[in-house]
C-alpha cells in the first residue's frame, strides 16, 4: 500500500500563473478529500468527491478553484489564476467508507504552495 | 458536529504516559469521538477512535468518560516522534459528514 500520493511536493509560482495539485488515492477508496491548511485558519476542507462525483463543493473558496477526478485512481485541484493569499499547504485524503466499519481518512503529505 | 476544547499544548517526558485530554460537553448520542495526529510536514494520521467504551490499539488508548462528555488519549510510553499536533474530532458515524479540525494540542516530548 503506497498510501496516498500528492505530488508535486513543492510549488512555487507567481501571482496570476495557473497551479495543478495532483493526487493520486489508496486503490479501493471511493471517497477523496481536499484540504488546505495555513497558519491562521487551520485545516480547511475545500470539497469532496464520492464515487469520482463532487458531493460538497462549499469549501472553495472562489471561482479560481476548481477540483477534477476524471477517474477512480487520479484528481487534481486547479487555481487560475493564483494569488499570494492561495499560499498554503494543501493535503488529499481518501477513505472507503464501509458501511460496517468507519475507516479512517489517510491523507497524503501534502503540496506546500508559495505565490510570490 | 459538536465541538471541542483542547489544551493549546503540552509537555511531556521521554518515556512517560502522555494524557492528552478533550471536551466535548455538547456530544450527541450518535457521535463517535476520533484521534489524529500531525506529525511537522506530514499530512494528518489516524489515530484511534471509540463511542462510549474504551478503545485500545497498538498506537494509544482511548478513555471516554461515562456521561461521554471528556475524553482522555493515551500514549503509554512517549518517544520523541510523538512529538506532534493532536485533534480531537467529534463526528457522527458514517453518512456524508465529514472530519473538521479544530487548533489541536501541540504535544511535545522532552528527553
Known amino acids: 500500500d503506497a498510501g496516498v500520493i500528492q505530488s508535486p511536493r513543492h510549488e512555487v509560482t507567481e501571482m496570476g500563473q495557473e497551479v495543478t495539485l495532483r493526487c493520486k488515492p489508496i486503490s479501493g477508496h471511493d471517497y477523496l478529500f481536499w484540504y488546505r491548511q495555513t497558519m491562521m485558519r487551520g485545516l480547511e476542507l475545500l470539497i469532496y468527491?464520492?464515487?469520482?462525483?463532487?458531493?460538497?463543493d462549499s469549501g472553495m473558496p472562489e471561482d479560481r478553484f476548481s477540483a477534477k477526478m476524471p477517474n477512480a485512481s487520479f484528481s487534481t485541484l486547479k487555481i487560475q489564476p493564483s494569488e499570494p493569499r492561495d499560499s498554503a499547504v494543501y493535503f488529499c485524503a481518501s477513505t472507503d467508507r464501509d458501511r460496517l466499519h468507519n475507516s479512517p481518512l489517510h491523507f497524503g503529505n501534502g503540496t506546500r504552495l508559495t505565490v510570490t | 458536529d459538536a465541538k471541542t476544547t483542547q489544551p493549546p499544548s503540552m509537555d511531556c517526558a521521554e518515556g512517560r504516559a502522555a494524557n492528552l485530554p478533550c471536551n466535548h460537553s455538547t456530544i450527541s448520542g450518535n457521535e463517535y469521538v476520533y484521534w489524529y495526529r500531525q506529525i511537522h510536514s506530514q499530512g494528518p494520521q489516524y489515530i484511534i477512535h471509540g463511542l462510549k467504551n474504551n478503545e485500545t490499539n497498538e498506537m494509544a488508548s482511548l478513555i471516554i468518560t461515562e456521561d461521554r462528555k471528556s475524553s482522555t488519549l493515551i500514549l503509554p510510553h512517549a518517544t520523541l516522534r510523538d512529538t506532534a499536533v493532536y485533534y480531537c474530532?467529534?463526528?457522527?458515524?458514517?453518512?456524508?459528514?465529514?472530519?473538521?479540525f479544530g487548533k489541536g494540542t501541540r504535544l511535545s516530548v522532552i528527553a
Open positions: 474530532i467529534v463526528r457522527v458515524y458514517g453518512g456524508n459528514t465529514t472530519l473538521v
Open positions: 468527491f464520492n464515487n469520482n462525483v463532487p458531493i460538497d
